[in-house]
C-alpha cells in the first residue's frame, strides 16, 4: 500500500508563508494525480489543489493566487507553497491521489495560522 507523510506545518502569522511536503511510497508517483486536502475543525476535507503527473495544476478557489502546489517526480514528493495565509486557512494537510484517494491517508501536518 502507499504511505505518505506530510510535514512542514506550523504556526503562522496571518500574510506569513509555509512550504508542505508530502512523501509517497511506490513506484507510480509519477504516473498519479496528486492532491492536497485539508480538513478544518467542526469540517468536511476539500481538496486545494492537485497536479498532473505533467505538472497542470488546479486549485480551489479559496486558495487560488495564494497557493502553489508543485512535484518532483525524482523523490516521490509534492509540495504546497502556502502565501499571505489567512486565518480560515488553519487546518490539517493532507496530500493523496486525485481524483480516487488511496485507502490510506497519512498523519497530516496541522496548519494554524493566528496572531
Known amino acids: 500500500q502507499v504511505q505518505l507523510v506530510e510535514s512542514g506545518g506550523g504556526l503562522v502569522q496571518p500574510g506569513g508563508s509555509l512550504r508542505l511536503s508530502c512523501a509517497a511510497s511506490g513506484n507510480r508517483f509519477g504516473l498519479t494525480i496528486m492532491g492536497w486536502y485539508r480538513q478544518a475543525p467542526g469540517k468536511q476535507r476539500e481538496r486545494v489543489a492537485f497536479?498532473?503527473?505533467?505538472?497542470?495544476?488546479n486549485y480551489a478557489d479559496s486558495v487560488k493566487g495564494r497557493f502553489t502546489i508543485s512535484r518532483e517526480n525524482a523523490k516521490n514528493t509534492v509540495y504546497l507553497q502556502m502565501n499571505s495565509l489567512k486565518p480560515e486557512d488553519t487546518a490539517v494537510y493532507y496530500c493523496?491521489?486525485?481524483?480516487?484517494?488511496?485507502?490510506?491517508w497519512g498523519q497530516g501536518t496541522q496548519v494554524t495560522v493566528s496572531l
Open positions: 497536479i498532473t503527473s505533467d505538472g497542470r495544476t
Open positions: 493523496n491521489a486525485v481524483p480516487v484517494p488511496y485507502p490510506y
